[in-house]
């Protein structure tokens, strides 16, 4: 396909935050998270074991171990907390303006790519987009720290997602 993609989208405010925290990922169950939070508890007690075992935890007493360990965790989940809370209000400040802007238009073609809305129009030759990934029901470009989602259900008949993020990665593969 050589001829231009013209496409009019809104995108909805949770594919917005997906698109930014998960930088394209495809979402992960809640069950990936807990086996990964079972798997860093796992290794710390492996690690607790084996200092224990050696006898170098001999020197202190119990009540430091349990209270360095604790604090460790304690901080580790503060941490995520606030590291959620900061994307949280990031993502409510972008999607708010994305709200505002309204309808997006883009243009894709051989010799670049536009993206327009109500409050900002772009066009940008192919060299400036960093990747072309995939969501479930997406596709996102990546330029620097601007993520932007094109909606796999904003594609025109006969198209299909997978045929259109091949398109646009032999556009930009040719102009590298």
């Known amino acids: ?18 698109a930014m925290t998960s930088w394209a990922r495809p979402p992960r169950p809640k069950k990936w ?12 007690g492996l690690i607790g ?43 409510r400040l972008s999607t708010g303006a994305m709200d505002r802007a309204g309808e997006t238009w883009a243009r894709f073609d051989a010799g670049a790519f536009s993206l327009a ?26 330029m620097g720290g601007i993520v932007s989602p094109v909606p796999d259900a904003s594609l025109p008949d006969g198209l299909s997602p997978d045929a259109f993020r091949r398109q646009i990665r032999t556009w930009w593969e040719a102009a590298r």
């Open 117 to 142: 809305n109500d409050f900002v129009e772009g066009r940008y030759a192919w060299p400036a987009l960093d990747a072309v990934t995939e969501m479930k029901d997406a596709t996102i470009l990546r």
């Open 1 to 18: 396909m050589s001829e231009a993609i013209t496409l009019r989208y809104t995108v909805p405010p949770r594919m917005v935050r997906r």
């Open 33 to 44: 998270y807990l086996l990964r939070a079972a798997l860093v508890v796992l290794i710390g």
């Open 49 to 91: 074991a084996g200092a224990a075992a050696s006898g170098a935890l001999s020197i202190m007493p119990d009540s430091f171990w349990l209270g360095a360990v604790a604090g460790l965790y304690a901080g580790l989940l503060l941490w995520v907390g606030i590291s959620r809370r900061q994307m949280a209000r990031v993502a």
